[in-house]
């Protein structure tokens, strides 16, 4: 079992940058795929990027690519979301979430956190 907390959210202008975090607790963190995914209000959640249980794969919606880095520290349980470049169409909830096995930008994930609040100001 994993329990997944985001934290970082918040309200920026466009153009600005944010860092989310989402922190991981139970056993073998380093053995999970890990992902961020993002959702707007009727719409589907869509995948924002992935990395694999080492860090050694890594992937970007087309959306996102140049402007976001996807990083983890597997010794803090803790996986990053940097965002710079921010656009208005980038406000979504922003969720974390862990598989185990190999990572993959599909949303066939195990475990969920509970979502951050992003939200771009024009």
């Known amino acids: 079992q994993v329990q997944l907390v985001e934290s970082g959210g918040g309200l920026v202008q466009a153009g600005g940058s944010l860092r989310l975090s989402c922190a991981a607790s139970g056993r073998a963190f380093s053995t999970y795929a890990m992902a961020w995914f993002r959702q707007t209000p009727g719409m589907e959640r869509e995948s924002v990027a992935a990395i694999s249980s080492a860090g050694g794969w890594i992937r970007y919606a087309d959306s996102v690519k140049g402007r976001f880095t996807i990083s983890r520290d597997n010794a803090k349980n803790t996986i990053y979301l940097q965002m710079n470049g921010l656009k208005p169409e980038d406000t979504a909830v922003y969720y974390c979430?862990?598989?185990?096995?190999?990572?993959?930008?599909?949303?066939?994930?195990?475990?969920w956190g509970q979502g951050t609040q992003v939200t771009v100001s024009s």
């Open positions: 979430a862990a598989k185990r096995g190999g990572a993959m930008m599909t949303a066939d994930y195990d475990y």
